[in-house]
């Protein structure tokens, strides 16, 4: 097999740029949407969790349809290229409505403009994650991909913490300051998706040779996916452990706010302060995460920073009110695990693609990050559609005047059980198969077949 070249640093920065669009509204959908839903436009705590739960739901569906969709599609600017804009047209307009609702909105409301989002959503994230496993074949430089992708990603959010801070502090209202984070994210997305249409290639056009019809396009069946995807031990171990750990982050995401005010005592300034040094930390951590990965293994990295984020939040409930400053370093030493928990595990994913490659003779990336999005929407679902009608159960109101119990209802869901989710999706991928050396043979394999033709293109 023949070693390409390192990806030309531009392409990296021009692929990940994207990533800042799409970071804007995540925090703000799955941190301030819900309690700004039940609050503010008065849904209530369990209405709102079940809506937008039913509303997440829907991806079974959608996800899994994109992509395999998008690894059939055949057209002159590639395969992802089509869905990702066709996507980001669906999703600003509909960003903006669910940012901006109307007087008098409904749970009808909510579900349809949700529903828009998450559609949109999907037809970028699916074909979005898969290009990125599609332009490098190299262990660590995959690696390197997503945690420029996944850095990017936390400086939109940085920007989506400030954008409402600016507004507050300019006497604007919580509704404006959505508002203003939807019209950010679209402001950001129509240049950087321009030029990752325009610049970065899609796989088929890196090869040396010309693309062969792949057996993915000629051999397809749903049946045969979805055995291909149950037979791939590699993928369910790790797709398994991303998703408890994803419901791990779920449920401080959802309640964050909530214990903010009601636990800790915060104000608006001390709230705005404890989420920038979150994510803060999360940048800045980076570069160490990518050196820990070279040297054990992305499982390996990926669990130390699992283990980190466990020992910072078990100190949580220990926390007491109006603690800020020993909250503080929960927040930094938490959040410096957050940039391995976001790089690591989509360039793991895909390492096991190609894995699928070598087992199945399939050319199938959307496919598999179909999954991952699915698993990974599912899991943030779940916290909010769980953790507000928990809370709910134990009394807790969102308008104050709450006992002890409900109060330690809070911080445990909020702290507590993710505690025992992580250490779980720790046990699960510390042994992942798949390390950088097993992943050269699997390359290596994958080039013999091809040059005994059997059936599709070396991946030069």
Known sequence: MTARPPLPLRLVVLYALPALALAVPTIPVAVYLPTFYAETVGLGLTLTGVILFASRAFDVITDPLVGVLSDRTKSRFGRRKPWALAGGCLVAPALIALFNPPDGATWVYLLGVSLLVYLGWTMIAVPYFAWAAELSTDYSERAKLTSWREGLTLVGIVIAGSVPAIIAGSGGTESEGLLAVALVAVALGLPTFFL????????????????????????FSFKNTIHALRANGPFRRLISAWFVNGFANGLPAALFPLYLTHALGASETEKGILIFSYFAAGIAALPFWMFLSRHIGKHRAWCVAMMIAVAAFAWVPFIEHGAIIAFAIVCVVSGSALGAD?????AMQADVID????????????TFFAMWSMATKFALALGVGLAFPALDAFGFSSQGDNTATALLALTVIYAGIPCVLKTIAIAMVWNHPISARRL???????ARKSIKGDGYEAVN
């Open 196 to 219: 990752l249409a325009w610049y970065v290639p899609d796989r088929a056009n890196l090869s040396r040779s010309k693309p062969k019809q792949s057996i993915a396009q000629t051999r």
């Open 342 to 346: 976001l790089a690591l595990p989509p």
């Open 355 to 366: 894995y699928d490659k070598w087992r199945f003779d399939q050319d199938r990336a959307g």
């Open 440 to 446: 050269r043979a699997i390359q290596s394999r994958i």
